[in-house]
């Protein structure tokens, strides 16, 4: 899991790190952080590597472009992250709400409510959001399931489409696979292909279109089945 620390107090900033680590109980294989000095080069990092976090701990009151601002510039890319506020003022809580915060942790800190907001956090994503993950070359990887297009195997390789053009792919099985990827959301329309609805672009008897163009086989043996569930996924909108 991506975890960006962004505060301008050096101090603060390495306090937070060390919390991260206890909420993930020291397994660095698990997570990742990464920290900034300035909503600025935040903001610059996310240029180049576009929701790249699933977590942000942001401090409000930074020079430049401060917490509120930076929030405001990664919700408008990116609807599923979720963002923490740090902050010594309190009363600035009802403008961090305005782009959807998670929760907000007071200065200075009281370290068992702080992880406690750490670990809230984490178990969201987990359990509300939908994430998948997978290793590769001794790497944890973790997606929100919104992000991914559709999932193939071939041979004992699984190959993982995101909304973002990107391909990533590991050795795994699709039944594996289609039970992380659980619910009306995603179909099986092949005995190797995994698709999200939401990424639905054109549905026809045989095949689908997906919104960056892909076209994929619907094979005879899932045919009625993907039918009935793209049905059920229509009315559900």
Known sequence: MNIAICDDDRLMSGQVEKLVDQVFHGETNKYNTEVFFSGDALLAFLTEQPNFFHIYLLDIEMAGTDGLETAAQIRKADSDAVIIFMTSHAELMSEAFEVLAFQFIVKPFDQEKALGILSSAIRYLQKRKGVFQFVAQKKIYTFFLSQISFIESSGRKIFLHTTEGETYEYYGTLKDAR?????????????SIIINLEQLRTVESNF??????????????????????????????
């Open 208 to 237: 689908v279109y997906l919104k960056e163009d892909e076209k994929l086989p619907i094979s005879k043996k899932f045919h009625a089945s993907f039918h009935e569930q793209f049905q059920q996924f229509v009315l559900s909108r």
């Open 179 to 191: 039970e992380q990827a659980k619910g009306i959301f995603f179909a099986q329309i092949h005995n």
